[in-house]
């Protein structure tokens, strides 16, 4: 399976982005994660595809929302009033299998990731 992640860009703070993961096989769960600099790699959102459960870092809770388009074979991350601290590269990440709950917040869960994707937030 190939995901390919877009929709990153440059955005003043309180503005919203949407980023996309389109993936070339059928996966049955999704995560985005995103990486600042100097930082490690960390939870965002992630999506049981069966089912449209859905977990949120409380960092973004409130204000980014995952969602999926099962026709589409798409996940989306709605991004709403954006911080300069939200500033990172997003990676998409996806498994063809129902991740279990307690583990969709792991990166080892997913063996599937796209490239990444840009999003800038400016003060």
């Known amino acids: 399976v190939q995901l390919q992640a877009s929709g990153g860009g440059l955005v003043q703070a309180g503005g919203s982005l949407r980023l996309s993961c389109a993936a070339s096989g059928r996966t049955l769960s999704s995560a985005w994660f995103r990486q600042a600099p100097g930082k490690e790699r960390e939870f965002v959102a992630g999506?049981?595809?069966?089912?449209?459960?859905?977990d949120h870092a409380d960092s973004v809770r409130g204000r980014f929302a995952i969602s999926r388009d099962n026709a589409k074979a798409t996940s989306y991350l709605q991004m709403s009033s954006l911080k300069p601290e939200d500033t990172a590269v997003y990676f998409c990440?996806?498994?063809?299998?129902?991740?279990?709950?307690?583990?969709?917040?792991?990166?080892?869960?997913?063996?599937?990731w796209g490239q990444g994707t840009l999003v800038t937030v400016s003060s």
């Open positions: 990440a996806a498994h063809t299998s129902q991740v279990i709950v307690s583990a969709i917040r792991q990166m080892e869960s997913y063996p599937y």
């Open positions: 999506i049981r595809w069966s089912g449209g459960r859905t």
